[in-house]
């Protein structure tokens, strides 16, 4: 449905089709509209101008647009009702516009769109023959006037109003924010109508020049303003979206081993974990260096889900000890319920959280220096976690925290764990709509943390209680048998 296989590309998507889905029911719930003909024109001007915006830059063989052209022609002359195919092509744009018709009006506007599209489809084609002369019939279309929407010219007033139509993650909202603001910055002007296809071309070689990773460039920066320019078009705030056509090349990288931890270099993690930490380490950070790599290699969670537990995170649900993952935290704002494996209680984690009063299992907010609501506290202690395992020799050819996720459904495919359930405790959006139903039951998914093996790395014999007879457990001299 959302056509597109990028993850970043479908969050996009996604938030736009909700919004688009709620202003439909907006207009379901106003009734039908009658337009007049002025009106219909106006609309038919807005599908002329998004759909000639939508091809000029590339508009591909001629042949296409000719063929098309013609079609297009004999489908005017058979007004007032054109083909079906362009009726469906019709009430699509009225959804996407909130947009519900009386039946003398909608057959207007098909009308009015079918000539409008023909019209477009001559103007690509002499695109496609190398003419790009403005069309003289242009002018013809009035400005859509939509009732009922307020006009805003403001670039960070359209992020927060699609943000909020959309039901974007207080994660996103705060990760797109200020790259917003940059994007002022660099128009010059809180502006819409200032921002343009050449000063977003800058933009982009800009940033890459600064030297962001084209990835990040892509899937953050150019994301955030395709989306909300994307938005304010659909709000006719602006005729075109600047941003719709800008691409940044993204070179594929080359895999030269294993995504996850092997299990030299995840007993190499754990075992440094258990040293004693600087006199001068603060009690969090050396909690985070002990308990955070052994969660996430019993969980497979996301670093900064960790990262960012309260004591009130880990409890008990149904008798069974549970970390609660706040869906603030998560990529796919839905909270979560994990297990917490036995090997973690006998070293001692519930102890410690419970000693621990009410305040962040991981990072002391009275020491936060910097944080902001674009990079926490706690997301800083994954920053710093990363940079003491790479100190410990971990190569760079993998990620020093997303490492245990990779290495987790690794482990998990090797004991035999249930797809479905895995996916859920590693918080993975469902395949499809059937995955969405039904609610993971914390006596369900323990059942399948259970199946994970072990890692023996030599505890201290007061943090290493007798484990459960037939117990799998990773040792080094098992490595052909439970991983690498």
């Known amino acids: 449905m959302l056509q597109t296989r990028d993850p970043e590309e479908?969050?996009?998507?996604?938030?736009?089709?909700?919004?688009?889905?709620?202003?439909?029911w907006s207009g379901l719930k106003e009734g039908p509209r009658s337009l007049s003909q002025k009106d219909a024109i106006a609309l038919a001007g807005k599908f002329y101008r998004e759909m000639?915006?939508?091809?000029?830059?590339?508009?591909?063989?001629?042949?296409?647009?000719?063929?098309?052209w013609r079609q297009g022609e004999m489908e005017v002359r058979r007004a007032p009702r054109p083909w079906p195919t362009r009726r469906t092509l019709v009430g699509r744009f009225l959804t996407r516009e909130g947009l519900v018709l009386d039946k003398d009006s909608f057959d207007r506007v098909a009308l009015a769109i079918a000539k409008a599209s023909t019209q477009a489809e001559e103007h690509l084609l002499r695109n496609a023959n190398d003419d790009y002369s403005p069309d003289p019939q242009a002018a013809r279309f009035p400005e859509w006037q939509s009732a009922a929407k307020p006009q805003v010219t403001s670039i960070i007033a359209a992020f927060k109003a699609y943000a909020k139509e959309a039901e974007l993650g207080t994660r996103t909202v705060?990760?797109?924010?200020?790259?917003?603001?940059?994007?002022?910055?660099?128009?010059?002007?809180?502006?819409?109508?200032?921002?343009?296809?050449?000063?977003?071309?800058?933009?982009?070689?800009?940033?890459?020049?600064?030297?962001?990773?084209?990835?990040?460039?892509?899937?953050?920066?150019?994301?955030?303003?395709?989306?909300?320019l994307e938005y304010a078009l659909g709000q006719d705030w602006i005729k075109t979206n600047p941003a719709a056509s800008i691409k940044v090349r993204v070179k594929k990288k080359a895999r030269t081993r294993e995504k996850g931890f092997t299990l030299a270099e995840a007993t190499t993690i754990l075992k440094a974990t258990l040293a004693k930490p600087p006199a001068k380490m603060t009690r969090e950070t050396a909690a985070a260096r002990r308990w955070i790599p052994w969660i996430c290699a019993y969980t497979g969670a996301r670093v900064n889900?960790?990262?960012?537990?309260?004591?009130?995170?880990?409890?008990?649900?149904?008798?069974?000890?549970?970390?609660?993952?706040?869906?603030?935290?998560?990529?796919?704002?839905?909270?979560?319920?994990?297990?917490?494996?036995?090997?973690?209680?006998?070293?001692?984690?519930?102890?410690?959280?419970?000693?621990?009063?009410?305040?962040?299992l991981f990072y002391d907010p009275a020491r936060s220096r910097g944080g902001t609501d674009a990079n926490p506290h706690w997301q800083k202690v994954g920053e710093r976690l990363a940079e003491w395992i790479r100190?410990?020799?971990i190569p760079k050819g993998v990620q020093p925290n997303h490492g245990w996720r990779h290495r987790f459904s690794s482990?998990?495919?090797?004991?035999?764990?249930?797809?479905?359930?895995?996916?859920?405790?590693?918080?993975?959006?469902?395949?499809?709509?059937?995955?969405?139903?039904?609610?993971l039951w914390p006596q369900t998914a323990r059942r399948e943390i259970q199946k994970l093996p072990r890692y023996e790395v030599g505890l201290p014999k007061e943090l290493s209680r007798k484990s459960v007879s037939g117990t799998r457990s990773f040792t080094p001299n098992r490595v052909s048998k439970l991983g690498r």
């Not at 736009?16 to 202003?23: H, N, Q």
């Not at 004591?311 to 869906?327: H, Q, S």
Request: charged fraction near 30%; hydrophobic fraction near 40%; avoid cysteine.
């Open 411 to 439: 482990a998990a495919m090797d004991a035999g764990m249930d797809e479905r359930i895995q996916n859920i405790i590693q918080g993975h959006a469902p395949a499809n709509e059937a995955r969405a139903y039904g609610d």
């Open 391 to 393: 100190k410990l020799g």
């Open 305 to 360: 889900e960790i990262t960012s537990l309260l004591p009130d995170d880990v409890r008990t649900l149904a008798g069974i000890k549970v970390f609660r993952i706040r869906a603030e935290n998560t990529k796919t704002d839905e909270y979560r319920i994990v297990p917490i494996h036995d090997h973690l209680i006998e070293q001692g984690l519930w102890d410690y959280v419970k000693s621990h009063g009410s305040r962040p």
């Open 52 to 68: 000639v915006a939508r091809h000029e830059e590339n508009p591909g063989p001629a042949r296409r647009w000719e063929r098309q």
């Open 174 to 228: 705060k990760k797109w924010g200020p790259i917003i603001d940059r994007l002022v910055v660099h128009v010059g002007r809180d502006d819409l109508s200032a921002v343009t296809r050449t000063k977003m071309i800058d933009w982009k070689n800009e940033l890459l020049a600064q030297g962001l990773s084209s990835r990040s460039v892509r899937d953050g920066y150019i994301a955030a303003a395709k989306a909300t």
């Open 10 to 24: 479908a969050k996009i998507r996604h938030a736009l089709k909700a919004a688009e889905v709620r202003r439909r």
